[in-house]
């Protein structure tokens, strides 16, 4: 008889799926919008509104506000938010059991809409764009919710179909997570093969939608850009679906202690906190994304003939990457759970054993996915990097600075020049090559200086290597 880990880690272990429920076809009035069945206890329409997000959400959102060092006042209205989301979730509960008035429900979910407005961006379904770019069609058709080492996905089956009468290179697709009032609660965003349709052609791919809001009760399809903001996920201090705000040491959390934990046993992988898993994810997520929009600036003038400022990866890659990556952070996070679990006797010490085996697969996974830099790193004529320096920044341990300076010896104005930013963590493994502009002018003849900022704890940013390349 299989273990209670080994049933949850079922898929990195032997690439099984645990269904929850039968494909399920169901669709509204718009062809790029699904409507899909279960949730929680409903939201009452009561009030103006506001994105019906769960406490997990609210949780995240101050972990997310701590990471960038956010300020007192924006932590206490995340913390007020996340508090009355528990207690609008809680009367909703108690209404449903006849525990309690609807007047209180009502009352409860007022104060939430109040406490989210002031605290948090809003985005509607009627401002999102439509699923049709260029002749090109998205359609979510059909979803399914399995489990996927313990923690929910939602795949959902979406069909491109080019309308046009010419080929159609096909760019990521957005599917957002939205609430019975139309309130966006969460996106994510992936890519699709082939990468170029012919006219009257379609593919159909399925998404995976990991995490998804508890409250969602449709999905919405769009291509990208615009990308939707990713918040980091990875938080190692609390648990985001226990989070008591009376209890948090916000102090202690912004000097940054979330890195400085136990660091768990490699078993065989290196030693990644699974808050660095998260933070690897996000950043290899705008990495795809950055490469996506260079790719089009190149082709919409033609190209780069030099290739200087060619994405370092295809975007089609970064975002399976950056997939792969999302798995070995899910894997860590139930790594933890059974260990945590396992001090409390629910599970054995060959099941702790098992689990940290299936997060060290899931991140030998990623690392041989990595695709090779293709950078051409060739000097720009006329400029020269004259000097660059690492810098901690005060506010935080989780980013650093990069200072520098650059010299043009031509003859011509050098605006916002590019320069190459290589970075590996301290096993030697790249985790990101991207371009940053330096936020600068240099007139011939001129030096100027600029700073630029890292989001990645020092960790994950052991070894930085700086050329100028366009």
């Known amino acids: 008889m299989r273990s209670g880990f080994a049933r949850v880690t079922a898929l990195f272990l032997s690439v099984l799926l645990v269904a929850l429920g039968p494909l399920s076809h169901a669709q509204d009035g718009a062809v790029e919008t699904i409507t899909v069945a279960g949730g929680e206890a409903p939201m009452p329409i009561v009030g103006d509104g506001a994105p019906n997000y769960s406490p997990e959400q609210?949780?995240?959102?101050?972990?997310?506000?701590?990471?960038?060092?956010?300020?007192?006042?924006?932590?206490?209205?995340?913390?007020?938010?996340?508090?009355?989301?528990?207690?609008?979730?809680?009367?909703?509960?108690?209404?449903?059991?006849?525990?309690?008035?609807?007047?209180?429900?009502?009352?409860?979910?007022?104060?939430?809409?109040?406490?989210?407005?002031?605290?948090?961006?809003?985005?509607?379904?009627?401002?999102?764009?439509q699923g049709v770019k260029d002749g090109l069609v998205a359609q979510p058709v059909s979803y399914r919710r399995i489990i996927e080492n313990g923690r929910p996905v939602m795949l959902i089956t979406t069909t491109v179909r080019n309308t046009s009468d010419g080929r159609r290179f096909v760019p990521p697709v957005t599917l957002h997570a939205i609430d019975a009032r139309d309130f966006v609660l969460a996106s994510q965003v992936g890519a699709i093969e082939p990468e170029i349709l012919e006219p009257g052609q379609s593919h159909q791919f399925v998404f995976r939608f990991r995490n998804p809001p508890a409250y969602a009760v449709k999905f919405h399809a769009a291509f990208a850009p615009p990308f939707p903001v990713r918040a980091f996920r990875g938080c190692a201090f609390f648990d985001p679906r226990r989070l008591d705000t009376a209890r948090l040491d916000v102090q202690r959390l912004r000097n940054n202690e979330m890195f400085a934990i136990e660091r768990p046993e490699g078993r065989g992988a290196p030693p990644y906190l699974t808050a660095e898993l998260a933070l690897l994810a996000k950043l290899t997520f705008e990495d795809a994304q950055d490469a996506y929009i260079v790719t089009e600036a190149r082709r919409a003038v033609g190209g780069d003939p030099e290739g200087r400022c060619a994405p370092m990866q295809s975007w089609q890659e970064l975002f399976r990457l950056a997939d792969r990556i999302e798995d070995a952070w899910i894997a860590g996070q139930a790594a933890e759970e059974v260990r945590r679990d396992a001090e409390r006797g629910v599970f054995l010490p060959e099941e702790v054993d098992e689990a940290y085996r299936a997060r060290a697969d899931a991140i030998h996974t990623f690392m041989k996915a990595r695709p090779p830099s293709r950078a051409n790193a060739a000097r720009p004529n006329g400029l020269v990097l004259e000097s660059w320096e690492r810098r901690a920044r005060a506010n935080g341990a989780d980013t650093v600075a990069v200072a520098g300076a650059i010299r043009n010896e031509g003859s011509t104005l050098a605006r916002e020049p590019s320069v190459l930013l290589t970075v590996k963590d301290e096993f030697g493994h790249l985790v990101t090559e991207r371009f940053y502009r330096a936020p600068i002018n240099v007139e011939p003849g001129a030096t100027r200086r600029f700073v630029m900022d890292i989001s990645l704890p020092p960790r994950l940013t052991k070894d930085i290597t700086m050329r100028l390349v366009c």
């Not at 209205?77 to 979730?89: C, I, M, P, Y």
Request: with cysteine; charged share 25%.
């Open 58 to 129: 609210t949780a995240g959102m101050i972990c997310t506000a701590l990471t960038r060092g956010s300020s007192n006042d924006i932590l206490y209205r995340l913390e007020k938010a996340h508090e009355s989301t528990v207690r609008a979730r809680d009367a909703r509960r108690e209404f449903r059991l006849g525990k309690s008035s609807e007047g209180r429900m009502n009352a409860t979910e007022r104060q939430r809409q109040q406490a989210i407005q002031v605290a948090a961006s809003i985005v509607t379904l009627a401002s999102l764009p």
